[in-house]
């Protein structure tokens, strides 16, 4: 059978890693957050480190502070998610662990992002 | 990497570390965060209860590793993002900023260590 399909149909066709080039610009515009968030998020945790209950749950009700210990969660979860499917993708060679290991990795952050959101706004709510 | 000819040299060290660390701070670090931050809203109680977990050996040992891995994997974030450019790619100009990274890694994780109560 004679194959017409254009040379550059076939190319596209065949893309690379399924999803082209999202993946590795989603990682590095989070590591370029992450830059700015953890500086302050080691210093925030470093600070507190020898506080009492009272003295770190203000710290953490404060609005700009809330604001950023949630978004370094997120941006965090978001990075860990990215690099742990690379280095599932690149060292787990059963697909149906492969699947099931994505899947864990995903279900297990968004759980986390649930959780981090309740009780940060627990803390900023005074709840 | 992983072979009969494969020699340990130090760039490629420091590339399975960067994962090895990622990987660390993803199923450590991330949950150990997300503990504080509960701890933290749920009351005094679960405060002090987290509090006593990091207190002793272990603590001192999670400390240690965590901080590294915190530090090493920020650093040579950062080295990574300078290839990302084209910049820095040579083998003399590697290997100085994998020493670069190493000695940074190290410093930030001692300074770190001394500023724990």
Not at chain 1, 38 to 44: I, Q, S
Not at chain 2, 101 to 117: D, K, Q, R
Request: hydrophobic residues 55%.
């Amino acid at each position: 059978m004679s194959d017409i399909t254009h040379p550059l149909a076939r190319a596209r066709g065949h893309g690379s890693a399924r999803s082209g080039v999202r993946h590795w610009v989603a990682q590095r515009f989070s590591a370029v957050l992450l830059l700015l968030l953890l500086p302050w998020l080691v210093y925030a945790l470093f600070s507190l480190a020898g506080a009492d209950h009272a003295a770190a749950a203000r710290f953490a009700a404060r609005p700009w502070n809330a604001a950023l210990l949630l978004l370094s969660l997120l941006t965090l979860l978001y990075h860990a998610v990215l690099g742990m499917q690379v280095v599932i993708e690149d060292y787990v060679h059963s697909r149906a662990l492969e699947l099931a290991l994505h899947f864990i990795v995903r279900a297990g952050a968004v759980f986390a992002a649930a959780l981090g959101v309740i009780h940060v706004a627990k803390l900023a709510l005074g709840a | 990497m992983i072979g009969p000819y494969y020699r340990p040299q130090l760039t490629s060290v420091l590339s399975i570390t960067h994962r090895a660390s990622g990987v660390f701070l993803s199923l450590a670090g991330v949950p150990l965060l997300l503990w504080w931050l509960v701890a933290l809203s749920s009351g005094p109680e679960a405060w002090q209860a987290m509090r006593d977990c990091f207190s002793g050996l272990a603590g001192l040992l999670l400390a240690v590793v965590g901080l590294f891995s915190l530090s090493f994997h920020f650093y040579n974030g950062i080295r990574h993002l300078v290839w990302d450019t084209g910049r820095g790619l040579d083998i003399k100009t590697a290997y100085r900023s994998a020493w670069l990274v190493l000695g940074s890694s190290v410093a930030t994780t001692g300074i770190l260590l001394g500023a724990l109560p």
